[in-house]
């Protein structure tokens, strides 16, 4: 169908003008596009692309040359940067790296599929190097680390190729790939080797304490994270004494002695299991542990982490000496794992303590509220656990000593503290904190002074806060805080 129009005004003998009859301007706007379309393709064979990039380094021969294959997880990419670094600058002078545009959203590819058809419009070409900053220690530190590209190596008989890719969520890549082809099938083999080498030799993570990213096992995959080791002196970890040896003698006992032990035929893996009631001090006593054991990787596993045993274990084994630290540890007794189907994910840890070597330097720290529901599993699968230690509330010493850690630079009148000692029997040493955290309320709230007056707390502000907390309408305070009636 056409359509007509008029030019020129009505009753002057207008020109009737099919709008579909080509005009000088349209022939000249289609003339550029077939000049620009020609010159494209014109400059675009002139343009390097990764087929001639590697027949040009490798020779004509390269379709013919075995690819060796490293694989990693993605938290590994700072590592493996690492080891590239090192051999990199070895390889200052006839080193080249090239980064790789358009591969997005393209699916998979490898040195293969470089080698491939030329393309002009699409697929992976020679582009700009990108680079992504990962952290590689505590406090912020970071590394600058290649996410997709193609480095060229070496001179001679020992010319070859890389092909380095970063995970990439967004097109289905979880993990970290590297291929070498080499004019010599062996120096490719020997560098995937040296590379493996180098990244366990400067791995990041050992002897710092580490977590998995809450969605490490999602769809986006996170890197490792580094945590601050806390600092505590023995006068802060305060357990009746006995506790305290046997907690201390299987952690840190073993560990400072381990090269005698280890001569001595005695096996170095082991499990500690601490127990008891909510607010009494396990994870208090975990980090007291961590901070101890200085030069010792810690890999952390709480809430939603808590599938990721395998991989904990697999860190540990390869930073030893390491621990495994899994708090809450009854909250998996009888969940299923995401990737074990039937298995439980508490059998799933009992089998990785099991998988160690003896000899191996890996001690797994496992806190509970709930030992009742362990100990079938436990029961049933012997030796795992080589100590299980029982966090009790705080006797009435340990109440005493627990008020004055709490108290720290507090201006506090423990006038009457026996008779806070005997109104807080069966506390827990949270409820104690709180305590003191209150008393300081209640003398803000009752001395209205400036800002900048120190604060004192006197023994009626300690009662007060006392008989608040233990008032019936805080029964859910008292339980949230583990608090234990002794006369229920």
């Known amino acids: 169908m056409s359509f007509s129009v008029f030019v020129g ?3 002057h003998g207008q020109a009737l003008v099919d709008d579909q009859a080509p005009q000088l301007a349209d022939v000249r706007r289609y003339g550029q596009h ?3 379309r020609f010159v494209s393709v014109a400059r675009a064979a002139d343009q390097p692309t990764f087929r001639s990039l590697l027949t040009d380094h490798l020779g004509p021969s390269v379709h013919d040359l075995p690819v060796t294959l490293e694989r990693w997880p993605a938290y590994e990419q700072v590592n493996v940067q690492g080891a590239l670094d090192v051999v990199l600058g070895e390889h200052e002078a006839d080193a080249r790296v090239v980064g790789v545009s358009g591969h997005r959203h393209h699916g998979p590819f490898g040195i293969a599929d470089l080698l491939g058809n030329e393309p002009h ?3 992976p070409r020679p582009g700009n190097v990108t680079r992504t900053a990962l ?10 680390c290649l996410s997709t590209a193609v480095i060229l190596l070496g001179a001679g008989e020992d010319r070859m190729a890389l092909l380095l890719r970063g995970p990439d969520p967004e097109s289905g890549l979880a993990e970290v790939t590297l291929e070498i082809i080499a004019v010599r099938a062996e120096v490719a083999q020997e560098l995937g080797l040296r590379l493996r080498r180098l990244a366990l030799e400067r791995n990041v993570y050992r002897g710092h304490v580490v977590s998995f990213g809450r969605d490490m096992f999602g769809e986006r995959a996170s890197a490792l994270r580094f945590r601050e080791r806390p600092r505590m002196a023995r006068e802060e970890l305060i357990l009746p004494a006995a506790t305290f040896e046997d907690l201390r003698r299987q952690v840190v006992g073993v560990a400072r002695n381990r090269e005698r032990l280890r001569a001595a035929g005695q096996h170095l893996k082991r499990g500690m299991l601490l127990y008891g009631p909510p607010g009494v001090g396990k994870t208090h ?3 007291y542990l961590i901070s101890e054991l200085v030069d010792t990787t810690v890999v952390e596993l709480t809430g939603e982490t808590l599938h990721g045993i395998r ?8 930073l030893q000496p390491a621990m495994i630290v899994v708090e809450d540890v009854d909250l998996i007794a009888e969940e299923r794992s995401h990737y074990g189907g039937e298995t439980p994910l508490l059998f799933t840890l009992l089998n990785e303590m099991d998988g160690l070597d003896e000899d191996a330097d890996v001690v797994f720290l496992l806190t509970t509220n709930r030992a009742d529901l362990l100990e079938p599993a436990l029961a ?3 030796g795992r656990v080589d100590q299980a230690v029982h966090v009790e509330l705080p ?3 340990s109440r005493r000593r627990l008020v004055e850690l709490y108290r720290g630079g507090l201006d506090v009148d423990l006038g009457r503290m026996d008779d806070v000692l005997d109104r807080t029997d069966g506390v827990t040493a949270s409820f104690l904190k709180e305590l003191l955290r209150r008393a300081a309320v209640v003398a803000a709230d009752r001395d209205d002074q400036d800002a900048g007056t120190s604060l004192q707390v006197t023994a009626d502000d300690l009662d007060a806060a006392l008989d608040d907390l233990l008032d019936t309408r805080n029964q859910m305070t008292r339980a949230v805080l583990g608090y234990r009636d002794p006369e229920a």
């Open 9 to 11: 005004a009505p009753g």
């Open 34 to 36: 077939l000049v620009r």
């Open 121 to 123: 419009f699409g697929g």
């Open 135 to 144: 952290p590689s220690g505590p406090g912020g530190e970071t590394r600058e």
């Open 285 to 287: 006593s975990v980090r």
């Open 311 to 318: 991989e904990a274990c697999s860190v540990a084994r390869a």
């Open 380 to 382: 049933s699968r012997p």
């Open 395 to 397: 006797d009435r010493e």
